[in-house]
């Protein structure tokens, strides 16, 4: 290819062209794309319309609340959470926000209740066992069992039956998927339902609280109970937070070379190539080699090669294969559930068995207590065996993954599989006290290397004549995409002045982007088995479960849950979204240039 | 099969406006029902009555006094307020007869249970006064109990003396309460209100005051006063005339609610200096037992910071917000200062003042000698750190995401730093350096003169515990499982060393090893390169901070005091210490080590059992 001069009029045209690039890609494609993937409300019915709304009104609020949290501290009184709190430092959540958390919760369960009904049988059951599990409030499973051990006053008694008959409607209506009602006075009943449950709940451990003397029980003990005892079962969707990090990269990217392809001459998309090039080069050695390198950066360069290095034979065997395929999101979706439902089900297991020797405990058994004792013992010892070999499993999940997409003619599926298996393989050495616990590195680590192989492409086709445009459009995506995913520091603390979220930000700005691009993925398309509508409501019921849960540990200063949540989301990144990422660079960047699915 | 759909079958009540409107109503009742049960435990709205004397729980004024012989003394006031129920039991005989008579309950007649759910529904205002002289010296200590009733202020006693019926503190009209002290002694007061207008203090100008003049006779002896009330603030000036002459008092500082102004003239300085030590040269001799086990009332609801040891004197911080002064030796409390929230801050002394920070957002200085109010500064967030002292300067570090710079006798502010992430870790001072930590893990020294940045250094997330410096270096656990060594005057990065779990607590540094308190164990690293020397795991939980005493390591367990070997991590003493929930860590003089709990108990253990 010939470089024209460098003259006035070059670097005239160069502006005028990065210039309608990012014009173009904002106005044009990035535009496009976001209402392409936005929750499309209008064929829905009006009831069904304003439900989304609301839903959707609230998450927007939840997530604008989470970055100027300050202001709900600053502006009113705040509330100790003895239960949070520890010696290390008081918890306290800011007046306001209690009845708030507390209405979003009921909210949250009634959109994911509603939205449960009518669809196949496994998620009708597994919701309502969810919302018995983390749903149903700590005080009403203490009152049902106060009011049938003993002599119950007749108080708890009556309140006692009222739950039960309150839970015993929700599960009818779960049980009997063919009555089906007006959505309108679905959701309402719901509402009503689950709302009674709730404010019975709460008033009555409130009353008897009271008569103790203890008055901050409701906001020190019930509500944040209430609030936040579903976050285990958020962990799926704080994953996907973390995945969906790539999402967003690989849609600026995509804006990016489609805006360049549409707008750019082919010099100007090789002088892009080759000033990307140049900036990330001289970034890289400006920044983090002539300061000084250390030992432990040398390690952490090797550990990122060695994670790295499979990607060559995977995208030499991959680009001997067809290329027309992508990884389904039920696949994602299937890991993490996979990944989590161990550790959910010895937690359930876990709250079953408390329950069951307080029980006993009540009824006068000495040795209650010390059996629970062992009990859980052993079950936290098998919890944390399963933790210790957690990327082994997600390895050989990986691994039989790829198998079997393979024997599917499913490459793209394979690749993904191989690459995930790997990643994490490599990743269980170096978790704290294993042998390369000092290799451990991060995306910054690998960068290098992948802006290696990409220089290297480009001075080879360079040197042959043979960069053509796509090439070269390809490996310009390539270059800026490697860039963008460095941003995840800019996510975490954009205006850190002002702001300040830590991991938070992160994590919300992953919710967010999901919900923003959620009708592209499922939420704009239907089945019979699991319609549209539904979808829609189950997934606003979750997103705002989950985000009202990631808004009380912010706005309550939560450091040990704040980095709980934001290391789950990381996680996710780390786990399903590099791999997602390195698959991009095995296939050539062909997802970064094609129109958004 | 999945395809782009426009929905069908859709019931035509669902395209309806009723359908909305059903929706609206049923979120309305719910949301409302919330709210209602809300009501319930929020935050009470004040009595008409609050306007000229605001009751606030935690409220705090020092009031300058000019007395007949024109001699000045200086009269701190801390109010105090629970719901009459909590406070019953404590009252002495005559305030509880003062109380159920102004409440109308016959206990003779009503049932205990039926009683208390009648106090509950009434608020008790206790005005706790301590006047001293310009030396410091104690010259009258008094207290004055009021219920919030019939929307008024009710004063049912003064210094254990019953007042019936109980006099209004700020007369709603002209009015004479005539009644008797004790059930035996007739007394009659007259009161009225003066005039309404400006008022002009040391404090600046008040728009909205009003004058109160009264009278009260008891046998024969009239003592008038007119005393001056403004709006949002209470009581600012007083002239009280009896047999003994005139007695002028000025308010000189204040803090309530939103108003926190002025200060109290620290006088005299003392040398009394203590702050929150971890390294002691002696051990514990002999086995360590248990030697002290006290039990905070139930209204404190617990002691939330570390116990601060000032020669022979215990301080310490309650949920309920009081700082208490305990006297181990008389195992007694000697006297507590409340503010309006909990205190997770540890204090620390400097001059013989006490600076801690209250989750009422606010910033306190008291003395420590008889816990009087000196000043208050007011601050956007809570501070659930310690503070650091040197000299005529104190360091504050807010989860406002401010680290405020005070003058330490009079509370105003010298300069801050403002941080993108909120502090909970607490400041240190190192030679002319501050340094501070954050929630996103930044680590900032900063000059302490005035508050400009020398350097900075980013962890991977957030910083709890205060870092400790040791010979030019920062040693700093992170919740990014890192310790991390810093050249104290560069920030540059010495060493990082991994560690097993998340580092909440300060690490504790002597001669070359870095000791570190992690969930379930401590390990010690090499301080010149971060080399792992020893680990100790313990099967169950261990909290808080190390401490170090001669060559043995002392760590809280849940359920017992463990003692290491320094040098190999071998446990040298298991002690075992309360079955209470959680715990603020452990403290120590060198003599004792002090333990506070969560649900109220302070446990003390000393060596010398063989």
């Known amino acids: 290819m010939k470089m024209p001069a460098v003259s006035r009029q070059t670097l005239q045209t160069l502006l005028v062209t990065v210039w309608a690039i990012l014009v173009g890609g904002v106005r044009v494609f990035a535009w496009d794309s976001l209402r392409e993937g936005f929750i499309d409300v209008r064929p829905l019915p009006r009831v069904a319309r304003a439900l989304t709304v609301i839903g959707l009104a609230l998450v927007f609020a939840f997530v604008l609340s989470i970055f100027f949290n300050s202001a709900l501290r600053t502006s009113g009184e705040l509330e100790p959470l003895p239960l949070s709190s520890s010696g290390t430092g008081g918890i306290f959540v800011p007046s306001t926000v209690v009845p708030l958390a507390y209405l979003a919760t009921i909210l949250a369960w009634t959109f994911l209740l509603t939205g449960a009904l009518h669809v196949m049988g496994w998620v009708r059951w597994a919701v309502f066992i969810c919302f018995m599990l983390f749903g149903v409030p700590g005080m009403i499973a203490g009152m049902v069992q106060a009011s049938t051990a003993g002599s119950p006053d007749m108080f708890d008694l009556i309140t006692s039956v009222v739950a039960l008959v309150l839970i015993g409607l929700v599960a009818s209506l779960i049980v009997f998927p063919r009555l089906r009602l007006p959505l309108a006075l679905e959701f309402s009943v719901m509402l009503v339902l689950v709302g009674t449950l709730f404010i019975v709940g709460l008033y009555a451990s409130a009353a008897s609280s009271r008569q103790g003397g203890s008055i901050d029980f409701v906001t020190g003990y019930l509500v944040p109970d209430a609030v936040t005892n579903p976050r285990q079962m958020t962990i799926p969707l704080l994953f996907l937070a973390g995945a969906e990090i790539i999402n967003f990269g690989v849609s600026l990217t995509r804006w990016g070379t489609r805006s360049t392809e549409r707008y750019a001459r082919a010099w100007i998309v090789t002088a892009l190539l080759l000033a990307l090039l140049v900036y990330r080069w001289f970034s890289f050695i400006y920044y983090d080699v002539l300061p000084d390198v250390s030992f432990d950066q040398i390690q952490q360069w090797a550990g990122a090669l060695l994670a790295g290095c499979v990607l060559i034979p995977i995208a030499i065997w991959r680009n001997r294969k067809p290329f027309p395929d992508r990884v389904p999101l039920k696949l994602v979706l299937g890991l993490i559930i996979a990944m989590v439902l161990p550790q959910l089900i010895l937690f359930v297991v876990i709250i079953l068995t408390s329950a069951f020797f307080s029980s006993q405990a009540a009824m006068e058994n000495p040795n209650a207590l010390t059996e629970l004792t062992q009990v859980s013992n052993q079950l936290v010892f098998l919890s944390e065996t399963i933790r210790d070999s957690l990327y082994l499993q997600l390895a050989l999940a990986g691994g039989v993954t790829a198998f079997i997409a393979w024997r599917m003619k499913r490459y793209t599926v394979a690749a993904y599989g191989l690459i995930l298996g790997w990643t994490q393989f490599v990743w269980w050495f170096m978790e704290p006290g294993r042998p390369l616990q000092e290799w451990r590195y991060q995306y910054q680590d690998m960068e290098p290397w992948l802006l290696l192989a990409l220089t290297a492409m480009t001075i080879f086709w360079l040197a042959r004549g043979e960069l053509s445009p796509a090439r070269g459009l390809a490996l310009a995506g390539l270059a800026f995409f490697a860039w963008v995913l460095n941003f995840t520091d800019f996510l975490d603390n954009p205006l850190a002045l002002f702001f300040g979220f830590a991991g938070i930000f992160f994590t919300a700005f992953g919710i967010l982007w999901g919900v923003l691009t959620a009708g592209g993925k499922f939420a704009n398309y239907t089945s019979l088995r699991f319609p549209r509508l539904n979808r829609i409501i189950l997934y606003l019921g979750y997103t705002l479960l989950t985000l009202n849960i990631t808004h009380w540990f912010t706005v309550t200063h939560n450091v040990e849950e704040q980095v709980f949540n934001s290391d789950i989301t990381m996680n996710g990144l780390r786990i399903f979204g590099y791999t997602a990422a390195f698959l991009i660079f095995v296939e050539g960047g062909r997802a970064l240039l094609k129109k958004e699915e | ?610």
Request: a negative charge; charged letters at 15%; glycine letters at 8%.
């Open chain 2, 1 to 610: 099969v999945n395809s782009q759909a426009t929905e069908t079958k859709t019931p035509p009540f669902d395209n309806s406006l009723a359908a909305v409107i059903l929706i609206a109503t049923a979120l309305a009742g719910v949301s409302a029902g919330v709210f209602l049960l809300w009501q319930q435990v929020a935050p009470k709205p004040p009595l008409a009555a609050e306007h000229y004397f605001p009751a606030v729980h935690g409220a705090a004024f020092s009031y300058r006094l000019t007395n007949a012989d024109n001699s000045i003394t200086y009269r701190s006031r801390n109010l105090y307020r629970d719901s009459a129920s909590a406070l019953a039991s404590k009252l002495d005989t005559n305030s509880f007869g003062g109380m159920m008579n102004a409440t109308g309950v016959d206990v003779t007649t009503t049932e205990p249970g039926v009683a208390l759910e009648i106090l509950s529904r009434y608020d008790i205002l206790q005005l706790n006064d301590v006047e001293s002289d310009a030396r410091g010296n104690a010259v009258r200590n008094s207290a004055l109990l009021a219920l919030l009733i019939n929307n008024q202020i009710a004063q049912f006693a003064v210094d254990q003396i019953s007042i019936t019926p109980p006099i209004p503190l700020i007369p709603s009209a002209s009015q004479t309460v005539t009644g008797t002290l004790n059930s035996q002694i007739p007394y009659t007061m007259s009161q009225e209100i003066l005039e309404q207008g400006r008022y002009t203090t040391a404090l600046g100008e008040f728009g909205d005051c009003i004058l109160v003049g009264s009278a009260l006779t008891i046998n024969e002896q009239v003592t008038t006063s007119r005393t001056r009330y403004c709006a949002g603030v209470g009581e600012v000036a007083d002239e009280t005339t009896d047999a003994n002459g005139t007695r002028h008092s000025e308010i000189v500082a204040a803090s309530v609610g939103d108003f926190v102004r002025g200060s109290s003239p620290v006088v005299p300085k003392t040398d009394e200096n203590a702050s929150l030590q971890r390294i002691f040269p002696e051990e514990l001799q002999g086995n360590v037992v248990r030697v002290l086990d006290y039990k905070e009332p139930p209204e404190s609801r617990g002691i939330t910071t570390n116990v601060l040891p000032l020669d022979g004197t215990l301080l310490y911080g309650t949920a309920s917000g009081a700082l208490v002064a305990f006297d181990r030796a008389g195992e007694r409390e000697l006297w507590r200062f409340q503010t309006g929230d909990s205190i997770f801050s540890t204090p620390v002394v400097s001059n013989g003042i006490a600076y801690f920070a209250s989750a009422d957002k606010k910033f306190y200085a008291v003395r420590v000698s008889d816990g009087a109010f000196v000043w208050a500064f007011p601050m956007q967030d809570v501070a659930t750190a310690s503070p650091a002292a040197r000299g005529d300067t104190v360091y504050v570090a807010s989860e406002d995401r401010h680290v405020y710079a005070l003058d330490a006798d009079t509370g105003l502010l010298r300069w801050q730093f403002q941080s993108g992430s909120p502090f909970v870790a607490a400041p240190v001072l190192d030679g002319e350096q501050l340094i501070v930590s954050n929630d996103d893990g930044g680590v900032f020294a900063l000059n302490a003169a005035t508050g400009a940045v020398n350097w900075d250094f980013a962890a991977e997330k957030a910083i709890t515990g205060a870092v400790q410096v040791q010979a030019g270096v920062v040693y700093v656990g992170s919740f990014d499982q890192h310790v991390y060594a810093l050249n104290a005057e560069s920030g540059e990065m010495l060493w990082s060393q991994t560690v097993l779990d998340n580092v909440a607590e300060p690490v504790l540094v002597r001669g070359e090893r870095v000791y570190v308190g992690l969930y379930e164990e401590v390990v010690a690293l090499d301080t010149r390169s971060g080399a792992s020397i020893w680990r100790y795991d313990n099967a169950n939980s261990v909290y808080g901070a190390p401490i170090l005493l001669g060559d043995q390591v002392w760590i809280l367990g849940s359920g017992n005091l463990i003692a290491l070997d320094a040098s190999t991590g071998k446990v040298v003493q298991d002690v075992p210490t309360s079955d209470s929930g959680v715990f603020t860590g452990i403290s120590s003089d060198g003599n004792e080590i002090y333990a506070g709990f969560f649900d109220g108990q302070l446990l003390s253990f000393a060596g010398g059992a063989e």
